[in-house]
């Protein structure tokens, strides 16, 4: 049988992250775990106030159809059955994570990607003053290419 799992998970950011929209200091993340026959998919989003999106609302939203995704709800049905968002994002996420596990087949192969292609990345810096730049940009550089 199918069981759904769904978690609210903070992760602290060491000191401060600050955008135009504003600063935060830790990460808010909603999860959702579904587990089937010994396999177990995660799939997670971060809620964004600007679309109408909180933390509360996903997790209910997720919760909402909690007895669908535990009566097997497939990940194509899943796209007929909620908006796009961040609580759809999650289960989606999950439900690939599932279906891969439980066939021991990739989830890019399973998508038809025989190949991943080159990705063009960014990383986002938190605003600061400019005198602080000397101190911090060593440290962040450091942190981005020692993963």
């Given at each position: 049988?199918?069981?759904?799992a769904?978690s609210i998970d903070?992760f602290?950011?060491?000191g401060k992250?600050?955008?135009a929209?504003?600063?935060?200091?830790e990460a808010v993340?909603?999860t959702a775990?579904?587990?089937?026959n010994?396999?177990?998919?995660?799939g997670?989003?971060?809620p964004?106030?600007r679309?109408?999106e909180?933390?509360?609302?996903?997790a209910?939203?997720?919760?909402?159809?909690?007895?669908?995704i535990?009566a097997?709800?497939s990940r194509?049905a899943?796209?007929?059955?909620?908006?796009?968002g961040a609580?759809?994002?999650?289960?989606?996420?999950a439900?690939?994570?599932?279906d891969?596990?439980?066939s021991?087949?990739?989830a890019?192969?399973?998508?038809g990607l025989?190949?991943?292609?080159p990705?063009?990345?960014?990383y986002?810096?938190s605003?600061?003053s400019?005198m602080?730049w000397?101190?911090l940009?060593?440290r962040r550089?450091?942190?981005r290419?020692s993963?």
């Amino acid at each position: 049988m199918r069981q759904l799992a769904v978690s609210i998970d903070r992760f602290p950011i060491a000191g401060k992250f600050t955008i135009a929209r504003g600063s935060r200091t830790e990460a808010v993340v909603v999860t959702a775990t579904i587990s089937e026959n010994g396999a177990t998919g995660h799939g997670e989003c971060v809620p964004y106030p600007r679309y109408g999106e909180t933390v509360e609302g996903v997790a209910a939203a997720i919760e909402a159809i909690r007895p669908r995704i535990e009566a097997g709800l497939s990940r194509e049905a899943l796209q007929d059955l909620m908006p796009a968002g961040a609580a759809r994002n999650a289960i989606d996420c999950a439900l690939w994570d599932l279906d891969a596990k439980r066939s021991g087949i990739r989830a890019h192969l399973t998508a038809g990607l025989t190949r991943w292609p080159p990705a063009t990345t960014a990383y986002t810096i938190s605003l600061d003053s400019p005198m602080a730049w000397p101190r911090l940009l060593p440290r962040r550089l450091n942190d981005r290419f020692s993963r």
